[in-house]
């Protein structure tokens, strides 16, 4: 990178710290547009709560706005205690930055804690549409419930966003989302619609794939419902990818880390997550420096929220058959770099920080330790009797990593883990083993993993033989497609999982495919 863009990009991080921060400034600070038609139509978004502040988002999209080239455009925004906005409660202008994509992170602190809002942004005589959003309770508080849904995968062309439109009716207080917002692709055989574009592989390609799925009016009213809390997995840059090395999708580029720089800073444009993680990885996200996204945030004395990454830092797979990049299944008797004890699927600084937060964390029986990570933890052999075969691009790729945290689980005594997933596009619940090469070894917690909002998967032809084959899972079920509900309190947990009847129609109906209990102090899953 040469000093120049290097200054370059130091410049725009300033600029992107100072529209998350700035409440008000001078009218004659900004530009100004007078614009016919709204251009709010990529809706609005929140996230990142924590007990005093929130990301409010929106993206300003209309054929009259600036291009990438020319100027700033100034947004007005609103906080109020109600939706008519008669007692706002913080508001002020922020800059919709070309650089940027004219999105806009504003991050109002100071906010009462356990608390809903209500926000809005404006521009010339627009308004967008009202999101709702929520503080956490403060990290000494006695909280009674916590209420959220875990989602992922969402493959525009494998079918309709209804699943979201049946997840306003859940009265959340939060949504984590697993991964896997968009997709590189061009299309997909069988298509229910068609993405607009072709492979997706530029800065402006990824702003267009994400503006393709904002646009969907289901997804924008879930996002409009609640915070979010987000991670990313391998789609949001190319399938399989790993760390600084390619996936195997699509044409290949010359330049992985410049390409994997734009995915970064697309995600970073139409999500509401905090100005800090850009800061720390812009200036240098060329040549490779992270953009953090994995962090803990504390609701009273109720829950722990983890939040990781296991695509930004992780070594490649091994024993990929063909010696292509990506992943496939292997014989862990036929790897020995698979048991190269070095191999991290989060990276030693991931890894590190998360046992220490472990240690951090609120004690007691009635506290839950929700883990919200991309995939399937617990092991998963497809071979039935003898032998195994596994896939190598998750946890099972990375067992001597899997064992550490199970070891850091164990060590730090933390008390009722949660384990929530997603990227295997299937249904999967059961418990988190100390040890899974040893059968015998004590649960140290519950895992669920979830299934997709539409991307397709194998079926359920092989699934009986697969939980015999590994009994530490209580259920799977992999055809269906939606979203999963836990509901937490100090006595027990209860996830629901929630699959639409056809994802390739609109008004496709929601029904409960299963439900489960987990009492606080045993880690137990029972069909509840």
């Known amino acids: 990178m040469t000093h120049r863009a290097s200054t370059d990009r130091r410049q725009l991080l300033q600029l992107a710290a100072a529209c998350a921060t700035s409440f008000w400034l001078p009218r004659s600070a900004w530009s100004q547009a007078r614009l016919s038609d709204n251009p709010f139509s990529l809706g609005v978004a929140s996230g990142s709560p924590t007990h005093d502040s929130v990301v409010l988002w929106t993206r300003l999209l209309h054929p009259s706005l600036p291009q990438a080239h020319q100027a700033a455009m100034t947004v007005q925004w ?285 004690t007691g029986q009635g506290v839950w330790n929700v883990i919200g990570q991309q995939s399937v933890f617990g092991q998963r052999d497809f071979k039935p009797g003898p032998g195994q075969s596994l896939w190598n691009d998750g946890w099972d790729g990375y067992a001597a990593a899997r064992r550490r945290l199970t070891d850091a689980l164990g060590q730090q005594a933390l008390p009722n883990p949660v384990l929530l997933g997603g990227d295997v596009h299937e249904n999967w619940v059961g418990h988190v083993k100390a040890d899974y090469a040893d059968p015998d070894s004590p649960c140290v917690g519950v895992e669920f993993c979830g299934t997709s909002i539409t991307s397709r998967s194998g079926g359920n032809g092989k699934l009986a033989e697969r939980l015999v084959e590994n009994p530490h899972f209580v259920f799977a079920e992999a055809e269906r497609k939606g979203y999963g509900v836990v509901e937490f309190t100090p006595g027990r947990l209860s996830t629901t999982l929630r699959v639409v009847d056809d994802v390739t129609q609109q008004d496709a109906a929601i029904e409960t495919l299963a439900r489960f209990v987990v009492q606080a102090g045993r880690p137990v899953v029972e069909q509840g």
């Open 78 to 362: 609103e906080l109020a205690d109600d939706d008519k906005f008669t007692r706002v409660v913080r508001s002020g202008q922020a800059q919709a930055l070309p650089e940027l994509a004219h999105s806009v992170h504003v991050e109002p602190a100071g906010l009462a804690p356990d608390r809903w809002y209500f926000y809005r942004f404006k521009m010339g005589d627009a308004i967008s549409p009202t999101g709702r959003t929520r503080t956490l309770a403060s990290p000494g508080a006695k909280v009674d419930k916590l209420r959220l849904a875990y989602a992922s995968c969402q493959r525009w062309e494998h079918g309709y966003y209804s699943a979201y439109r049946h997840m306003r009716d859940e009265n959340l207080d939060l949504v984590m989302f697993l991964g896997d917002y968009i997709y590189e692709y061009p299309g997909a055989l069988k298509a229910v619609r068609q993405p607009t574009g072709g492979w997706v592989t530029t800065l402006d390609d990824y702003r267009q794939r994400y503006a393709l799925h904002k646009s969907d009016a289901d997804l924008q009213a879930m996002h409009a419902a609640c915070p979010w809390l987000l991670t990313w997995d391998d789609h949001e840059v190319q399938n399989d990818y790993a760390g600084l090395q390619a996936g195997d999708s699509g044409p290949a580029v010359n330049d992985f880390a410049a390409r994997r720089a734009a995915a970064y800073q697309a995600f970073y444009e139409h999500m509401p997550i905090r100005a800090a993680s850009l800061i720390r990885a812009m200036a240098g996200l060329h040549s490779g420096a992270e953009m953090r996204l994995y962090s803990r945030v504390q609701h009273g004395q109720l829950a722990s929220l983890y939040l990781l990454d296991a695509r930004q830092y992780k070594d490649p797979q091994v024993c990929t058959r063909g010696g292509k990049l990506g992943a496939s299944t292997l014989n862990p008797t036929q790897c020995p770099d698979w048991r190269d004890p070095r191999r991290s699927l989060l990276g030693k600084e991931q890894e590190a920080w998360l046992s220490s937060e472990f240690g951090k964390a609120v």
